[in-house]
Each structure stands twice: as C-alpha cells, then as structure tokens.
C-alpha cells in the first residue's frame, strides 16, 4: 500500500542517543495475513489488514529500507498497523438523525484528490465531494447544508465497505462546526 506523508523512524545506531527522522510524501508498506491490526482507544482485537483503507490514519511497524533515491519501504508483514483517528474537514452537504454528508476538504491532512477511492465500497467507491458519515446518536439535521466547516475526527471504513451502517466500538466523535475567525 501507499503511505502519505510518511514518516521514519530509524532506530538509534552505533551508541547515538536518539532516533532519525526521514521525511516523504509516499512511502510504500508491504502488509499480509501476519500483519497485526489493532486501534487506538479499542481493546477489542479482530482486525486485520483488510480493516485499513483509503485514508485512514496510522502507524506502520516492521523492517525499512530506504533506496540511494530516498524511496521508503517498509515490510511489515510481520509486523503492526495501529489505526489512528483521522480527521477530516469538510462541508456540510446534508444531514438526518444518525448521519451526515460532506463535501471533504481534507482527510487526514490531504485533499481528498491525492487518494484513489477505487474499492472503498461494497458497491461503488466513497466519494469524497458527498462522504458519508455515521454521526451515532447525534443528530446534525437543524444544520444548513454548505454553511458550516466541519471537523470530524474517527475511524475510516474497512475497506470494500463504505459507506458505514453502523459506528465502531468506541464511536468516534461527533462532528462540530467550527468558528469562523
């Protein structure tokens, strides 16, 4: 898979204290049935790699190289995934009892147009100009449509199951629009 935004941490080397960070806009993670899964905030195991998808926030554990032309690598198919909340900003396309629709200005710090969204979905792909949202028991439908920004931090669906039918355990925050400066 593609990383975005990635960044490496090499481990300390030949006494030297601390660690070194290396920057990329891409970076490329090898993952396999060995892989361990597992979220930020849920003791519940079970996931497994087909839980990652477009999107998702995470950190990535296991054996990197890096090419003489800067390239990232990563094999961790014997190693770990941590899903973390992902944020996304967006507007507000519409809303009901339960759930919400966006137009995604960014998701996890990247405009959506970066992503390929092909495969997100049961049936079609998510699309990031009408991203649907469970929102739980909150109920967004006294907001206007494209008035409010946005912000919503959780967890990105498992991959070939977008939109999501029911919120994880635990939930991820409510959206709330945010203050114009």
Do not use: C
């Amino acid at each position: 898979m593609t990383v975005r935004g990635a960044t490496l941490l090499s481990q300390p080397i030949l006494g030297i204290p601390s660690y070194t960070a290396t920057y990329a806009n891409n970076a490329t993670a090898t993952i396999g049935s060995s892989t361990v899964v597992s979220e930020d905030g849920a003791a519940a195991g079970g996931l497994t790699p087909a839980a990652i998808s477009v999107g998702q926030q995470l950190d990535v554990s296991g054996q990197a190289t890096v090419d003489t032309a800067g390239n990232i690598s990563l094999a961790a198919t014997s190693g770990q995934v941590r899903l973390a909340s992902t944020r996304l900003w967006g507007t507000l396309n519409s809303a009901t009892a339960g759930s919400a629709v966006l137009d995604v200005m960014s998701l996890g710090n990247f405009a959506p147009a970066g992503f390929n969204f092909a495969g997100t979905g049961s049936t079609v792909p998510a699309n990031p100009s009408a991203y649907v949202l469970n929102t739980g028991s909150l109920d967004e439908s006294a907001l206007a449509a494209s008035k409010p920004l946005v912000q919503v931090d959780g967890r990105v669906n498992a991959f070939g199951s977008a939109p999501r039918t029911s919120p994880l355990p635990p939930s991820p925050p409510a959206p709330r629009p945010n203050s114009a400066w």
